[in-house]
């Protein structure tokens, strides 16, 4: 037997037990006369004992061989340990061991297999197996794991079930490029890998499931940016006849149920707020509500006062940054650099400090009198000892130059605690964008999300001012999900693909199979799709989703450890009829 026990288990109660462990060598400390080793597995660790003159001599001679992760297997009594360690779970005890068999020797790992590492980033990718092995990317796959089965247990309650979806499909526009897979067997045909099950799901409720889930892969070849990954993982969902509402309601169910199950907390219901408001108040359509700082308009008290900056302004509009009035010149002019970062891209910061003693310092003292900018203070609700921070430009740019500034005085302020979660659905999405670059008009969500029946005449006129049956979940400034209410009528459908641009050829091609099952009886229906990686991060209270992923892509969008994009041999490309091009140009 290669065990009896694991090693996170053994407890007081068990003293006197003959045990076998097996588990990796964590840690050896050879006093001479008096060793200890300590055991890991996945489950925990436990401290072995030797003595030398009272353990086998041959024991001992093996115990000296062993280096950092030997895979060993040993056999010993419980014993109660004379010093106890209170932060191990294990202890209180330890094993005095009576035999010991080397099961598998291991080179010196890279870096060392502790919670706190020495190891680079790059190294721990290259040798992930071995990063697997610390307890904090244990315990990510562990809490993903919990999610995951939770997950599955909220929506099997909710009468979801669970259909897989093909991965080689033909795309999917959701706005990013497909990842393609050439087929070997229809020369110069390609499938591509989905970016997400959209239609399918579409379908799926064509076909009567009713309410369907699955937690799925979903590929995308966008552009690089820190901390995406070509592929991630979704909680798909899809529901027939059901309002907005009813999605909602659903969906705000499993996010309190996660909550609760996964976390301990208790959540409130969910705030709602349309994107108009988002944009409006927070210039984000992913406002982080864990602080306030609402964003207060100031055009009728802030222009006409001989400012030229503010007077040629289309918004002039500001935070109040509580309790900031005592920032030094420094702090200030650090903001200002923040601001005029060209990731922000502001020109500059106005401020006004509402001093402790009633009276106004700015940095527009030239401009307004004291009166002038106890009207601002009224605006914002500013109290002494306050900091008001005023930004103005072309409307839609300087809200989301004062969204980063709002971001950074969370940052600053501590408000951003990652313990605190504050869930908001944002509704009422608009149904298109306007590409500026192509002259044209993209969906925001996708091209099978349903316009609000009360705006569908002006999806002709005013395509622009149309809004969408969309929704999107945002946790603490996170984008954690979004879905829609989709179109299920076959003209809708249509109009929806002229608007977009593509001609009648073009949509019955891509989506013809869609259209036609819309002629079968499509329920109305709707449904969702959550960041699975990110979710998991969002509750591991970590930023970046990569360590929740198993074995995740870099920042260049590389696995490290097996080496991949690669070349492929020439053979392949032959057979994957992929070599025609280059053939073609020596023929030249
Ligand atoms: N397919 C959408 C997405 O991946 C989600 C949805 O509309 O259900 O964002």
């Not at 209180?92 to 060392?112: G, H, M, Q, R, Y």
């Not at 360590?547 to 450890?561: C, E, L, S, V």
């Amino acid at each position: 037997m290669l065990r009896t026990h694991t090693c996170g288990e053994l407890r007081l109660t068990d003293v006197n037990k003959d045990v076998v462990l097996s588990g990796w060598v964590q840690t050896i400390r050879d006093k001479g006369k008096l060793i200890w080793v300590t055991l890991r597995d996945r489950y925990g660790i436990t401290q072995l004992f030797l003595e030398e003159g009272r353990t086998p001599q041959e024991i001992i001679d093996t115990v000296r061989k062993l280096g950092r992760e030997y895979v060993v297997k040993v056999s010993g009594k419980v014993i109660e340990r004379e010093s106890k360690n209170p932060k191990m779970p294990t202890g209180d005890i330890e094993i005095d061991v009576n035999a010991i068999e080397i099961l598998n020797e291991s080179k010196i790992p890279p870096f060392t297999i502790e919670d706190e590492t020495d190891g680079g980033e790059e190294l721990r990718m290259k040798y992930r197996y071995l990063d697997l092995r610390r307890n904090p990317l244990k315990n990510n796959l562990l809490l993903r794991h919990k999610l995951s089965m939770e997950t599955r247990k909220y929506l099997d309650s909710q009468n979801f079930v669970e259909v897989e979806t093909p991965y080689l499909i033909k795309s999917t526009p959701e706005g990013a490029r497909d990842f393609v897979v050439p087929s070997r067997i229809h020369p110069g045909e390609f499938y591509a890998l989905p970016q997400s099950p959209q239609t399918f799901k579409q379908l799926l409720m064509v076909a009567g499931y009713d309410r369907y889930y699955q937690i799925v892969k979903c590929f995308r070849d966008e552009d690089l940016r820190a901390d995406r990954q070509p592929e991630f993982t979704q909680i798909d969902c899809e529901m027939s006849f059901v309002e907005q509402e009813d999605i909602l309601n659903t969906f705000e169910g499993l996010v309190k149920y996660l909550f609760k199950e996964v976390k301990g907390i208790e959540i409130e219901d969910l705030q709602r707020m349309p994107y108009d408001e988002a944009m409006k108040y927070y210039g984000s359509d992913k406002p982080d509500l864990r602080f306030g700082m609402k964003f207060t308009e100031l055009n009728d008290v802030a222009q006409n006062k001989g400012f030229k900056i503010f007077d040629d302004a289309e918004l002039v509009v500001g935070i109040n940054a509580e309790g900031c009035a005592n920032y030094t010149r420094k702090q200030l002019d650090k903001l200002t650099e923040f601001v005029r970062r060209p990731q922000v891209g502001a020109k500059g910061l106005v401020y006004v400090k509402y001093n402790e003693d009633g009276t106004f310092k700015s940095s527009v003292d030239k401009f307004f009198t004291q009166e002038d900018l106890k009207q601002w203070a009224d605006k914002f609700g500013a109290k002494p000892g306050d900091l008001m921070l005023v930004l103005s430009g072309e409307a839609e740019k300087v809200r989301k130059q004062l969204n980063e500034l709002r971001l950074e005085m969370g940052e600053r302020l501590g408000l951003r605690n990652p313990d605190v979660f504050k869930p908001l659905w944002v509704t009422d999405f608009p149904l298109l964008e306007w590409d500026e670059e192509n002259e044209r008009y993209h969906a925001m969500h996708h091209p099978f999300t349903s316009p609000k029946p009360e705006d569908i005449a002006l999806l002709e006129t005013d395509p622009g001012k149309v809004r969408a049956n969309a929704y999107d979940l945002v946790i603490n400034g996170v984008e954690i999900g979004g879905g829609s209410i989709r179109i299920h009528n076959r003209d809708l459908q249509k109009l929806m693909f002229k608007v977009l641009g593509f001609s009648d050829e073009d949509a019955q091609k891509q989506f013809g199979f869609l259209m036609n099952a819309f002629e079968y009886g499509a329920p109305p229906h709707g449904g969702i799709a959550l960041g699975f990686d990110r979710l998991a991060a969002l509750f591991g209270g970590q930023d970046s989703i990569r360590d929740f992923i198993a074995f995740p892509k870099n920042n260049a969008g590389r696995d490290m450890m097996i080496d991949s994009p690669s070349t492929i041999s020439e053979e392949q490309l032959e057979e994957l009829h992929l070599k025609i091009v280059e053939d073609k140009q020596e023929e030249k």
